[in-house]
């Protein structure tokens, strides 16, 4: 039995007249995520995708689990190609959904009819084969409201399709239909999640984060670039930059009063992201805050942080409780690595009392007892790039 996957889309159906563009880059990431699988034929109708195997070793349940994660799909289904001829349907039918009829009671057809040469119209097809479906299973019944299993019958240009499973897809569009911004990426929790919720939304990611060696040991950035590369299932391919942190923040330590460390940090960091943000065109900044988390994320804080910001700042966790970001983490497998024990450069020079409330004009005169000009330069021109592409 030749089997196929349809996937529907999602918000790109709310689209208007330039829908063409959002479906031209879902098609390019598909064709992109399940290149290293073999050959595939993609055929579009109704807001769907046909995403045809050509290669005969294709394994589906990879291509469902690869298709699932690309963000501008709300559904997706295995389905069983069939002859545009209702005996072949029928025979399909009971053959191809024999384990899921058999394991409900309840049932309805719904047939859509693409193709109005074909002989019988769709409330035809339905009453048709759900009665030999219910002569097949005795342990079925129709129910056409509230149904355990829809088998739907579709009947388009070349084929009839016969399908009955429904999966959520990751929902959100296309990465790339939204332009490309900057993830401040640390090894936490957070920072890979709020990622994820901003490349839901279309935006094309790219990974900025901050070491201070010896501060700061190689597992800590193996960790990171891990995170990065997991994020490519739902990203795709991820430019990662590498800033050289340490004798920034050893001149924070030796020149500023220590309630000020961490915001003092934290501007210097968006000041060489928006830099190479610029470079790189990225239109924004994204960083896992949430308001509360920390002393640094208070409201007060944030505001002296986004004094420096030249380009919006995004955080998609802002009002999100911590329960509700690992949960998220867990779902796009990020968490274990996430809580490797590792330093940050964040945890570098901590201030035993941060300031909670601190004052825009107090962090300026804090950061204007040194000129941090020549180490900021000198940072983003000692920054390192690399890529990350799917694993497999
Ligand atoms: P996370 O759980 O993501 O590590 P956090 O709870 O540790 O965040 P902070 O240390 O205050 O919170 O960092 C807030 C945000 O700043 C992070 O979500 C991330 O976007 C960014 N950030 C922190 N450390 C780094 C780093 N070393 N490199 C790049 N970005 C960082
Ligand atoms: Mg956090």
Redo the contacts with the bound molecule.
């Keep these: 039995m030749k089997e196929i996957v349809l996937a529907k889309y999602g918000e790109i159906v709310l689209k208007g007249l330039n829908k063409r563009s959002f479906e031209d880059m879902l098609t390019k990431n598909i064709k992109r995520r399940l290149k290293s699988l073999g050959r595939f034929e993609l055929f579009f109708a109704q807001s769907t995708t046909y995403i045809t195997p050509l290669d005969d070793d294709i394994e589906l349940s990879e291509v469902v689990d690869r298709v699932g994660k690309i963000f501008g799909i709300a559904a997706l289904c295995r389905a069983c190609v069939c002859e545009k001829d209702f005996s072949d349907i029928t025979e399909k039918s009971i053959d191809y959904l024999k384990d899921v009829l058999s394991s409900v009671e309840t049932f309805k057809v719904n047939a859509k009819r693409a193709d109005k040469a074909f002989p019988m119209k769709s409330p035809e097809i339905c009453a048709e084969l759900g009665g030999i479906l219910l002569e097949k299973f005795p342990n079925l019944k129709v129910d056409v409201k509230n149904p355990q299993i829809t088998v739907t019958v579709e009947i388009r240009d070349t084929n009839a399709y016969i399908h009955a499973e429904n999966i959520k897809g990751a929902g959100g569009l296309p990465v790339g239909s939204s332009g490309k911004a900057m ?12 990622g994820y919720m901003m490349a839901k939304r279309g935006v094309n990611i790219t ?6 060696p010896p501060y ?1 040991s190689d597992r800590a950035l193996l960790k ?1 670039e891990q995170l990065c590369e997991k994020l490519t299932d739902y990203c795709g391919g991820i430019a990662f930059y590498c ?1 050289p ?1 340490t004798e920034i923040q050893e001149a924070i330590k030796d020149n500023c009063p220590e309630e000020y460390f ?1 915001i003092i940090m ?1 501007r210097l ?1 968006m000041e060489i ?1 928006q830099r190479i943000a610029e470079k790189d065109n990225c239109l924004a900044l ?5 308001v509360g ?2 002393a ?2 208070t409201m007060a804080a944030i505001s002296c942080t986004d004094a420096v910001c030249r380009i919006p700042v995004f955080r998609p ?1 802002i009002g999100m409780d911590k329960t509700e ?1 690992i949960e998220i983490a867990r779902k796009i497998d990020t968490f274990e690595t ?1 809580v490797l024990p590792y330093e ?4 570098v020079f901590t201030p035993r009392h941060p300031k909670v409330r601190p004052s825009l004009e107090d962090v300026e005169k804090a950061q204007g007892k040194f000129d941090f000009e020549p180490l900021i330069q000198k940072a983003v021109e000692n920054t390192e790039m690399k890529t990350f592409s799917y694993t497999k």
């Design positions: 993830l401040l990426l640390s090894g936490g929790i957070d920072s890979p999640v709020a990974a900025i984060h901050y070491v201070s700061t990171v800033v942190f961490t934290r960091m992201a994204i960083t896992g805050e949430s988390q920390v640094s994320q966790l970001i996430s940050d450069c964040c945890t």
